[in-house]
């Protein structure tokens, strides 16, 4: 497994990757920034997405998510059911 020195760093190197990989994606984040936008998860997930997000000038913002606890199993997920049912209800 690599480590990165920082979270930041893993953004820069998402952005290289995309760079490397889809010419058509990277072309189109730089023509239209205003099209895309990107969320962030706390705990980690704010430093990659300032890294990423800085180097392609894109918009982002917070996504509070909610660690559900299913009986019978130790492990949780994170699932941001709430904010996704809200946008489904307001297309509606």
């Known amino acids: 497994m690599k480590r990165y ?3 930041f760093q893993a953004g820069k190197i998402l952005v290289e990757f995309i760079n490397s990989q889809s010419k058509k994606l990277r072309q189109e ?16 997930g ?4 300032e890294g990423f997000c ?8 917070i996504l509070i998510v909610r660690k559900i606890k299913i009986p ?8 941001p059911f709430i904010i996704l049912q809200l946008f489904f209800s307001r297309q509606i």
Request: with cysteine; charged share 15%; net charge neutral.
């Open 54 to 61: 800085s180097h392609l000038i894109l918009k982002y913002d």
């Open 72 to 79: 019978f199993n130790k492990s949780s997920v994170f699932v």
């Open 5 to 7: 020195e920082s979270r």
């Open 29 to 44: 984040l730089i023509d239209n920034p205003n099209i895309f936008f990107c969320f962030a998860i706390p705990n980690g």
């Open 46 to 49: 704010v430093p990659v997405t």
